[in-house]
């Protein structure tokens, strides 16, 4: 199955900053990524489809001006948190579509807005 | 993406034992995938079943699905302390997303 990195693992950081989180598809060119976020104890919930070269699309309740998704190639897709808070803080993961209708998971970034 | 449902939601049993996770589901599915998550990680593929099968099996692991009941289950077999984790379903309908269930976790006593 597809390697899938997240960088960091985690970040604390203030409320009203931006925080990057990067996903990286490390031995499969993925076109399609997804992104979700899970609270804890909890479920996850996917945010949004991150497409190479397009627009992402975004699950209903998930603002697209607070999470900036960018797909740029096939290896890399990247979440960007504006002016988080901390409702914001949770663990957030990120996975690749495969080739045989699976799915493979980043490890997640925990993310923390003081 | 609207979750199916997962009982119970905690399961706590002996080494040795079996576990039995159900999962239920809302809409029609290409196919359900079973995921473990140690706490704190991301998630491990564990089995995908397709909606034209009734049973599948990989190593200790067994699962069902009853499409005319929207409903799944995972069968783990003479459970080890290295199986706490827990426990996904997710389904796989239109456009290859997934829509994750409440999850179980699993705790394995030695």
């Known amino acids: 199955g597809a390697v899938v990195s997240q960088h960091p693992s985690r970040v604390i950081c203030k409320s009203g900053t931006s925080v990057k989180i990067e996903c990286r598809s490390l031995?499969?060119?993925?076109?399609?990524m997804f992104w979700y976020r899970q609270f804890p104890k909890q479920s996850l919930m996917l945010m949004a489809t991150?497409?190479?070269?397009?627009?992402?699309?975004?699950e209903q309740g998930v603002e697209k001006d607070k999470f900036l998704i960018n797909h740029a190639s096939l290896t890399l897709s990247t979440l960007t948190v504006t002016s988080a808070h901390p409702e914001d803080s949770s663990f957030y993961i990120c996975?690749?579509?495969?080739?045989?209708?699976?799915?493979?998971f980043g490890p997640g970034t925990r993310l923390t807005v003081l | 993406s609207q979750q199916g449902e997962e009982d119970p939601q905690a399961l706590s049993i002996q080494e040795g034992e079996n576990a039995t996770m159900n999962c239920s589901y809302k809409?029609?599915?290409?196919?359900l995938q079973w995921y473990r998550q140690n706490s704190g990680r991301g998630l491990v593929h564990l089995i995908l079943i397709r909606s034209n099968e009734r049973e599948k099996h990989s190593g200790r692991l067994r699962v069902t699905l009853d499409t005319s009941k929207k409903s799944s289950s995972l069968l783990i077999t003479a459970s080890r302390a290295a199986d706490t984790a827990s426990y996904f379903c997710?389904?796989?309908?239109?456009?290859?997303?997934?829509?994750f269930g409440g999850g179980t976790r699993l705790m394995v006593k030695p």
């Open positions: 809409t029609s599915i290409n196919n």
């Open positions: 997710a389904n796989n309908n239109a456009g290859n997303m997934l829509t």
């Open positions: 031995d499969f060119q993925a076109t399609t």
């Open positions: 991150s497409n190479e070269g397009s627009k992402a699309t975004y």
């Open positions: 996975s690749v579509m495969g080739s045989t209708d699976t799915q493979y």
